[in-house]
C-alpha cells in the first residue's frame, strides 16, 4: 500500500511557518493537536520541522523575557520525507527506527503536502493485514466459488 492514499489526512494536520518567522510565533502554532511545524522557505520550499521540545529547548536558552530567535534555529534539518510512492510498511520501519510520529508528506519539489501520522499508518496496514486474512480464510473455505 502506498503513502499516496493517506494524503487526505496528512493534508488536515499540516502547519506551516517561515524559516525567518519569530520562535514565539512556532510557540504560538504548536496547540494542542498539533505536534509538529513543518518549516519552509520563502519559496515554500521545506527546510526542516519544529516540534514542542525543540522549541523549550531554545526559549530554555533565551535570556530574559524576549526570545527573538527565529524558527530556522530551532528547527531540525535532517528530516525524515514522505512522498506519495513511499510504501507504508518502508515508512513504518524507518519511523519506528527514528521514534518519529510524524512526518512531513511532499511532492516531488520538497513541497510540503500533510503531515502523516504513525496511527495512520498502523491502522491502514492493521487494515490491509486483517483484508488479506479475510480473502485467505475465504479462499481456503471456499466461499464464494463454485
Known sequence: MF???L???ARDRLTTIVDDAPLIEAA???RPGTDIL????????????????DVVAQI?????????????????????????G??????????????LKNIPFVDQDSRPLGVLNARDILQALLKESTTEEAMMRDY????GYR
Open 60 to 84: 530554555s536558552q533565551c535570556q530574559g523575557s524576549g526570545c527573538l530567535a527565529l524558527a530556522s534555529v530551532a528547527m531540525k534539518q535532517d528530516v525524515l520525507l514522505c512522498r506519495s
Open 140 to 143: 481456503v473455505m471456499g466461499v
Open 28 to 30: 504560538r502554532l504548536l
Open 38 to 53: 513543518v518549516v519552509c522557505s520563502s519559496a515554500g520550499l521545506l527546510r526542516g520541522v519544529i516540534t514542542k521540545t
Open 86 to 99: 513511499d510504501l507504508l510498511e518502508d515508512l513504518w520501519n524507518r519511523m519506528r527506527e527514528r521514534s
Open 3 to 5: 503513502a499516496e492514499r
Open 7 to 9: 494524503l487526505p489526512a
